[in-house]
């Protein structure tokens, strides 16, 4: 489906755009616009509630728009959110599927259990650049630094995350191995679904 998402929806090059954004105390309330090919765009609503223990919450609302020839893309590639950390946040622990990397169709040869591993151990050096790194039935997943200090992330459902030094434009571009350049952040990837590698 790579072509569809590229050509159909422009998923590789959406762009994002503030509609509005409310503050009512420990409540922040952000809808934005992500556009992409053929009039297509989603819609998100996202709040986040601040507890006074530095606990937030977030709920997340996407609704896609557009004409059919966006709106009939047979699936969507992942349905998640992204953010960068600083590099000395470099161990990913989790509780779900593991040890190893595993997708929604590869996944049987996995088992539950609490794993841990640093960014570096998440790589997976294939011949070709691919995605690489996601781990299924999250139930929660921590990324911390060498003292123990980070975030934690609870899904109310399952998660997938993953965690990597590359960039998904570096990723995507590379054609070798040696095309891939650290950046100087890591990228924590927090996915409600995504594609299996058979794209099921």
Not at 56 to 76: A, H, Q, R, T, V
């Amino acid at each position: 489906y790579e072509g569809i998402w590229r050509s159909r929806a422009g998923l590789d090059k959406l762009e994002h755009k503030l509609i509005s954004l409310e503050i009512e105390g420990a409540k922040i309330t952000a809808k934005h616009e992500i556009s992409g090919n053929n009039n297509g765009r989603f819609i998100t609503k996202s709040v986040m509630i601040i507890a006074k223990d530095g606990q937030i919450s977030f709920d997340y609302d996407i609704k896609p728009e557009g004409n059919k020839k966006f709106m009939n893309i047979p699936s969507l590639p992942k349905i998640g959110t992204q953010c960068e950390l600083p590099k000395s946040i470099d161990n990913m622990t989790w509780y779900g599927k593991g040890p190893y990397h595993n997708y929604t169709d590869r996944s049987r040869s996995s088992f539950i259990g609490t794993f841990s591993k640093t960014v570096d151990e998440m790589y997976i050096n294939y011949p070709y650049p691919q995605e690489y790194g996601n781990r299924t039935e999250i139930r929660w997943v921590s990324m911390t630094d060498q003292n123990g200090v980070g975030i934690k992330v609870n899904g109310s459902v399952p998660l997938e995350a993953s965690v990597r030094n590359y960039s998904d434009e570096n990723i995507e571009k590379a054609k070798h191995t040696y095309e891939l350049k650290k950046a100087n952040v890591n990228f924590f990837n927090i996915d409600y679904a995504q594609c299996g590698v058979g794209n099921d």
